[in-house]
């Protein structure tokens, strides 16, 4: 849409010039409230100083969790009413049935998915996700994302840029298949591990 576009175009204008520090604002605002995606700025600094790429990834991460932390706040004293302002109720219950399922490991996935992130920070604050594993599972996620696209800007340049865009949804929803996996193995292991530990004291 042009409009989110014009947006974006925007945004680039007023926080590109500060480099690292417009890239923080943008991340914190992205986590919390802002509905434009980091992507533009961050490709661009890491394009313009490839070898700064896993700084502006580290600043993105930060500046996202931080964000995240702002939004779950901004859920925990709204509730639910403040979801209904900003989403449609069909994604509200589709984020509310992830957390039943999956606790704070829907915000890691969130992190790597094409849901919007701040669906996924205020959403926990909501339906009172346990704060440290929230924070946990956002440095995960976040910070997968934003280092994998640095890394590959970094090594890569523009000729990603265009794989990156046409292929980031299927290779977001493969890791966090993936993750969901192996935490399914974990849990079953330490399942496993307890029994075996109440046994051996008994």
Known sequence: MQVVQDAINWMMDKLAPYKGWGLFVWAFSEASFNPLPIEPLLFLLCLAEPELSLWFALIATVGSVLGGCFGYYIGYLGERTIL?????????????????????????????????????????GVFYIDFKQFTIASIIGRGGRFFIEGFLLMYFGHTIIA????????????????????????????????????????
């Open 84 to 124: 209904e302002r900003f989403f449609a109720h069909d994604k509200i219950d589709k984020v509310h049935k992830m957390y039943q399922k999956w606790g704070a490991l829907a915000v890691l996935i969130a992190g790597f998915s094409p849901i919007p992130y701040k669906l996924a920070t205020i959403s926990a």
């Open 163 to 202: 794989l990156i865009e046409e292929y980031w949804d299927v290779v977001s929803i493969a890791v966090a298949v993936v993750l969901v996996i192996g935490y399914l193995v974990w849990r079953h292991y330490s399942k496993v591990s307890n029994r075996s530990n109440r046994v051996i004291a008994k």
